[in-house]
């Protein structure tokens, strides 16, 4: 099993930046990737950005290219996801996942976390 907690969002106003942290521990020597996905009230849950295992694999939700930024420490197992440029349709709960798959489907990833919520006003 693997556990992931996530910290680090919070209320920021529109053009703001904020960088979430996702701590994996348990048996991550199988997990070869990792991914944030975000989903807000009455919606599915979207993905926002995924990452290979050595971080040489990156791939992005077109509504946050070039404004999010996913990296991965794997001496610390930790996964981050720095925000600028915050709007409020960015306003949602947000999900680290792992699994074996590196992939932008949901349904590859077999490990979640808690969540944490991001609110960005106008």
């Known amino acids: 099993q693997v556990q992931l907690v996530e910290s680090g969002g919070g209320l920021v106003q529109a053009g703001d930046s904020l960088r979430l942290s996702c701590v994996a521990s348990?048996?991550?020597?199988?997990?070869?990737?990792m991914g944030w996905f975000r989903q807000a009230p009455g919606k599915e849950r979207d993905f926002v950005a995924a990452i290979s295992r050595l971080g040489r694999g990156t791939n992005y939700a077109d509504s946050v290219k070039g404004r999010f930024t996913i990296s991965r420490d794997n001496t610390k197992n930790t996964l981050y996801l720095q925000m600028n440029s915050l709007k409020p349709e960015d306003t949602a709960a947000y999900y680290c996942?792992?699994?074996?798959?590196?992939?932008?489907?949901?349904?590859?990833?077999?490990?979640w976390g808690q969540g944490t919520q991001v609110t960005v006003s106008s």
């Open positions: 996942a792992a699994g074996t798959v590196y992939s932008t489907q949901t349904m590859r990833y077999e490990y």
């Open positions: 348990g048996r991550t020597n199988n997990v070869l990737a």
